[in-house]
């Protein structure tokens, strides 16, 4: 089965480091979207993309996060400078629109830890 | 605008107990209906669909039906097994729209079976 693969599962830092999160999309799909798991929000969309470029990314502090889509096979959130408050897991997704709707496919998470 | 309410969790039952977890919705436009499964260290995998009103959506036992008239997307499952434990969305996604395949999610209600 194609799956959306996520680089690094786990990722401790200290306060002030750069973190880059990387996502494979499934091969063929056009939108990537990134979200962001807490216990306390739930889960948040933080920006997507389609066709690589961004649709939407309202859902993502400006001043420090930046999302991008190098290319087709590559999508990277950046934050810089990580704050504690960012611990969190975050999920990148693809899927294939418009047309017949075919489901959302989530990765397995970049566990975020910041000290 | 679109937004998913789902009862809160966690929600606790035996082996082989009867399962209801509610979703109600709002949107403008023609939405369709979702049900995501989360199991612990993983990501969100899509359970069921229904992209009309009245459609029955239905896997692995779970079933939920599309009520235009009550805004409602409620998952059921007539005997729930431990392995069923997990965390359960409902989302929303309005395809007629610009945002097209951008899903609204409900907070998530949590599932605990006991053996």
Known sequence: ??????????????????????????????????????????????????????LDDSGMPKDR???????ATLATLKIQPSEPRDSAVYFCASGLVPGHYQPQHFGDGTRLSIL | GNSVTQMEGPVTLS????????????????PSLFWYVQYPGEGLQLLLKATKA?????????????????????????????????????????????????????????LSVKP
């Open chain 1, 1 to 54: 089965d194609a799956r959306v693969t996520q680089t690094p599962r786990h990722k401790v830092t200290e306060m002030g480091q750069e973190v880059t999160m990387r996502c494979q999309p499934i091969l063929g799909h056009n939108t990537v979207f990134w979200y962001r798991q807490t216990m306390m929000q739930g889960l948040e969309l933080l920006a997507y993309f389609r066709n690589r470029a961004p």
């Open chain 1, 65 to 71: 996060f930046s999302a991008e889509m190098p290319d």
């Open chain 2, 15 to 30: 082996e082989e107990a009867f399962l209801t977890i509610n979703c109600t919705y709002t949107a403008t436009g023609y």
């Open chain 2, 54 to 110: 009245d459609d029955k959506g239905s896997n692995k036992g779970f079933e939920a039906t599309y009520r235009k008239e009550t805004t409602s997307f409620h998952l059921e499952k007539g005997s729930v097994q431990v392995s069923d434990s997990a965390v359960y969305f409902c989302a929303l996604s309005d395809l007629l729209s610009f945002q097209g395949g951008k899903l609204i999610f409900g907070q998530g209600t949590e």
